[in-house]
């Protein structure tokens, strides 16, 4: 009889289990198309994980759209600590305050409190008194800042967190529900996960069923008679792995990606001195960012108040901690650490987490205020975290790169025009950035 062939059998098993694999990697690659937080953190120049702008609520009542967007922002960084619109907090619900209370005695209300209930005002008296004589912070607000504030807590009365035309906070990208990428998302990337099991399971399962057929098949041959020579060698051949292990050519191939893995190591390590990325100390109260700025949405200037005006963002003074616990939680063994240390007149000792070298200069409110870029940029997405821990590497080399990336908002200054022009003429759509303003330089930071 004619010869049996083997070899077109094996390359069949072959086919088959390469396109299983394949079609195995283009499921996985799907399942992880969504874009991942590296532990680089966050792009330089990206606001990834930032929490975005609420959209304005429609105006109730006739107000200015503009005026009740940038009292939304206001009222968030700076009132939603202590009020809601309809609900009381610390401090009384707000809605109906234009009916109780006119502007005229709203906006010195606002920028100062204390002096108000100091005159004897009668109304800002008895506000104080019921509310246990806790004193309101003073606010250097303009009037049409408050104003604003008004007019984005008139457009809000009685509407429920869901209600239609309620402003809705957008969470931020990271962990959390955003338009569009809601339970639909999550339950589209659970069915790709499923899909994925019962598809490596499948390759698994057909895999060893090809083993055992093979086998099956080679007994079944070892049987025959007729079989010629070529057949008998395939039939019998074995897998050696000590002719691999002894193969020079192996030897010196793992050779070289050993001594190539050791340099590569030695070389990250060396790299890596000084680097902090990752650092997550204990601190001496247990405070919860996930809870403070995550569920309860209270604004980073709120605490860190210098972040949009001075070098630094400074840590917060147990008094503005008092401003929220002195009404909430007072119970707490956390909140008792805060007591004893006013009582010792004593600050409390945080662990510093950030710290650039002293040779190296960087101004917060020149990235906040000026830059405008979110604290999530260069800190992560800290509204998700329970202990706060350095996201970013904040080396040399991600600075840069961050200088070269984003580009500068130049509209309307008319300190860039010409630098604009110059740049435009000589580098045509490449767009102007922090490194075509001399971002670059080293005079920028060290000097």
């Known amino acids: 009889m004619n010869s049996i062939r083997l070899r077109p059998l094996s390359r069949l098993f072959l086919a088959l289990f390469l396109t299983f694999a394949a079609v195995g ?14 532990k680089e953190g966050v792009t330089p120049g990206a606001t990834a994980g930032a929490t975005p702008a609420t959209a304005a609520a429609p105006a109730a009542g006739g107000g200015d759209a503009a005026a009740i967007a940038a009292g939304d922002a206001l009222f968030k960084g700076n009132c939603a600590q202590c009020h809601a619109v309809n609900d009381v907090v610390v ?12 502007m005229s005695w709203i906006i010195p209300w606002v920028k100062n409190s204390s002096k108000l209930v100091a005159s004897g005002d009668e109304y800002a008296v008895k506000l104080f008194n019921q509310y246990q004589k806790q004193q309101m912070p003073s606010f250097q607000l303009s009037d049409q800042e408050i104003t604003s504030i008004v007019a984005w807590v008139t457009s809000q009365e009685g509407q429920s967190a869901g209600a239609p035309g309620a402003a809705t906070n957008i969470k931020p990208a990271d962990g959390a529900e955003t338009p569009g990428t809601g339970a639909a998302g999550a339950e589209d990337g659970k069915y790709m996960n499923v899909l994925l099991i019962v598809l490596v399971v499948v390759l698994i399962v057909l895999v060893v069923t090809l083993v055992i057929i093979a086998n099956i098949m080679k007994d079944v041959l070892r049987g025959r008679k007729d079989l010629d020579g070529r057949d008998v060698e395939v039939v019998e051949q074995r897998f050696d792995l000590s002719k691999i292990y002894n193969s020079t050519a ?5 050779g070289i990606v050993f001594v190539l893995a ?14 902090t990325q990752g650092y997550q100390p204990t601190q001496p109260i247990a405070f919860s960012h996930k809870l403070h700025a995550g569920e309860h949405q209270i604004n980073c200037a709120y605490c860190h108040t210098s972040v949009y005006k001075s070098k630094s963002a400074n840590i917060p003074s147990a008094n503005i901690c008092m401003n929220c616990h002195s009404q909430i939680k007072t119970e707490s063994p956390e909140i008792k ?49 329970e202990v706060v821990y350095q996201y970013s590497p904040l080396t040399m080399g991600w600075c ?3 200088h070269r ?9 008319a300190y860039y025009d010409n630098l604009v022009k110059l740049h435009d003429t000589k580098n045509g759509a490449v767009p102007f950035t922090v490194s075509s303003n001399g971002g670059t330089e080293c005079s920028k930071c060290h000097y």
Request: aromatic content about 4%.
């Open 250 to 254: 192996v030897r010196a191939i793992v």
């Open 91 to 102: 401090g009384p619900a707000l809605a109906g305050i234009t009916k109780r209370r006119p």
């Open 25 to 38: 990697q283009s499921s996985a690659q799907d399942v992880g198309a969504a874009p991942a937080v590296s």
């Open 262 to 275: 050791v340099l590569y190591e030695s070389i990250q390590g060396a790299m890596g001195v000084g680097l």
């Open 337 to 385: 650490k805060i007591y004893r240390a006013i009582e010792r007149k004593q600050p409390i000792q945080w662990v510093r987490i950030h710290n650039l070298p002293d040779l190296a200069y960087f101004n917060h409110s020149q990235h906040t205020q000026v830059g405008g870029l979110e604290c999530q940029t260069c800190h992560g997405p800290i509204q998700n975290m």
């Open 405 to 413: 990336e984003t580009p500068l908002n130049t509209k309307g200054n």
């Open 400 to 402: 840069i790169n961050c």
